[in-house]
């Protein structure tokens, strides 16, 4: 018997998303800007005490809210949690995004807003960063005055590492007089710039936040969305019952509760990150400015030799050619002795 399945033609349209090759464990991972260093013992210790019967039972969202919203200086009314950070990216196609509705990017970023732009039937309009990973910010204006439905702009930017400027976030928030503006700050913690002060005067911002990097639970998916509270009561209609699973909640609770392993691990990102883009540039090498836990660096010609040494050697970068050019990569800034080790093969090749 012949069946025909009815899919959707955007889902004929695209390409599966391919998630990151398996058997990884065991190895130097400096491609997905994870925490390398781990989650703080507090939230191990949250794990642990959880008992059969909470993992049997529906999670309760008030409390953990109420304390992670504490975290981010917001009411537990302007908190949305999420099934990590891309969930928080989904819910707003969910909500304004139809079937050839508008939306801009500026790439190189994050693939996922163009993946789920596809999956949802949008017209992608795309400006680009320069050579230099300047942000197209006039660009940016003009094209606000088409009224897409959503800007999205993760800032700092992942892969370039650069951060837009607080008053160029005005000047976008301000032109965005119908558009929903996604500032997508995964890495907010590693820049020190956060647009969440701003959300009770612009109704169109939201913020999108993730666990996965500076708190290190990647491995959980805890996420949020952050806005004035009447914007994001549009967002919850979007939104199944339980996104999010009782062990995220604990360790998530757990990890702000104990915050210092947090900003440890930040604060030693950022001096290690300093000092890796110094050793490259020692090495006559491009190291990118960044904003983030990981460098955007142009090994230029013996690019694709160090690539395949790295592979040889266990140490996982992500390779950025396609997309970038030949020689370039972005690089985690994982411990010392991780950056020590892609350093010494760095030097063993021609």
């Not at 596809?118 to 942000?135: D, H, K, P, T, W």
């Not at 666990?211 to 952050?226: E, M, N, P, Y």
């Not at 970068?317 to 411990?335: H, M, N, Q, V, Y």
């Amino acid at each position: 018997m012949k069946i025909t399945l009815p899919v959707r033609k955007a889902i004929l349209k695209r390409q599966t998303y391919e998630a990151p090759a398996e058997g990884r464990w065991g190895k130097i991972r400096l491609d997905f800007n994870e925490n390398t260093t781990g989650c703080s013992k507090a939230a191990l210790r949250a794990l642990r005490k959880l008992s059969a019967k909470e993992l049997a039972l529906y999670p309760e969202y008030e409390t953990p809210t109420r304390i992670l919203a504490r975290y981010f200086g917001v009411k537990p009314a302007e908190l949305l949690l999420t099934n990590g950070g891309d969930d928080a990216l989904r819910v707003f196609f969910d909500t304004f995004v139809e079937p050839g509705s508008h939306i801009l990017i500026c790439e190189p970023t994050f693939p996922m807003y163009r993946y789920y732009a596809e999956i949802a039937g949008a017209q992608i309009e795309v400006l680009r960063y320069s050579r230099n990973m300047e942000f197209p910010l006039q660009a940016v204006l003009k094209a606000l005055r088409k009224k897409p439905r959503v800007f999205f702009l993760a800032n700092p930017n992942n892969p370039t590492g650069t951060l837009v400027d607080k008053r160029s976030i005005e000047k976008i928030l301000k032109a965005a007089t119908h558009t929903v503006v996604v500032l997508d700050e995964a890495y907010s913690d590693f820049s020190g710039f956060s647009g969440v002060p701003w959300i009770r005067r612009y109704p169109n911002l939201f913020i999108a936040k993730t666990f996965s990097k500076a708190a290190g639970l990647a491995g959980l998916r805890l996420g949020a969305v952050i806005s004035e509270q009447n914007s994001l009561a549009l967002v919850r209609r979007a939104m199944p019952p339980f996104p999010v699973n009782t062990a995220a909640l604990a360790a998530g609770v757990a990890a702000v509760q104990e915050r210092r392993t947090i900003d440890r691990y930040i604060r030693g990102t950022k001096l290690r990150r300093s000092w890796f883009a110094k050793e490259l540039e020692r090495r006559n090498l491009r190291a990118f400015p960044s904003a983030c836990n990981f460098l955007l660096a142009d090994f230029g010609a013996r690019g694709p030799a160090f690539f395949r040494r790295l592979t040889k050697h266990s140490i996982l970068i992500r390779e950025r050619s396609k997309d970038l050019g030949p020689g370039f990569a972005r690089i985690t800034i994982g411990t010392q002795a991780e950056l020590k080790s892609l350093l010494k093969i760095l030097d063993h090749t021609a």
